[in-house]
């Protein structure tokens, strides 16, 4: 389910590892979800979790110094989406999800695959087109 595809490329090579990583994890979380043979995975879920977490929090802070780094103009709204994403995965209630585990990584799964999905086809593609103009903009200047 959670497949890299090239048009989520936004042509930042450490940007685009890192995405792929997000997509390893949710992976991971899918594998689970549909593992029927595992008898008590909650403790798999949490580590999932806590990855999950770890790796995004690690990633948003990367990606945001590089968009610094450049001036990108959309700064401060993909912080603003960062930051929400993280609070919702941090506000994931363990409790709950004791109660009915497959549900809870379903809806984890659910909500994980089309943020990544959709913030990066609509926000993060557009620090590519960004890059893509001081390109062609230093290119025009050095001539």
């Not at 959309?74 to 109660?99: A, C, N, P, T, W």
């Not at 549900?103 to 590519?128: A, P, Q, R, T």
Request: include cysteine.
């Amino acid at each position: 389910m959670f497949e890299w595809k090239d048009e989520y490329a936004c042509g930042i090579k450490r940007i685009d590892d890192e995405h792929q990583k997000l997509f390893e994890i949710g992976q991971s979380i899918y594998e689970l979800a549909v593992n029927e043979n595992h008898v008590d995975y909650f403790g798999d879920i949490l580590n999932l979790i806590d990855d999950l977490k770890e790796y995004t929090v690690y990633h948003f802070e990367d990606e945001e110094k590089i968009m610094q780094m450049y001036d990108y103009p959309g700064y401060s709204e993909q912080k603003r989406v960062h930051d929400k994403f993280i609070e919702k995965i941090e506000s994931l209630d363990l409790d709950e999800m004791d109660e009915d585990i497959q549900k809870s990584i379903l809806n984890i799964l659910d909500f994980v695959y089309n943020w990544i999905s959709s913030h990066i086809l609509g926000m993060d593609l557009k620090i590519k087109d960004y890059f893509d103009e001081l390109k062609l903009s230093r290119l025009k200047n050095s001539k």
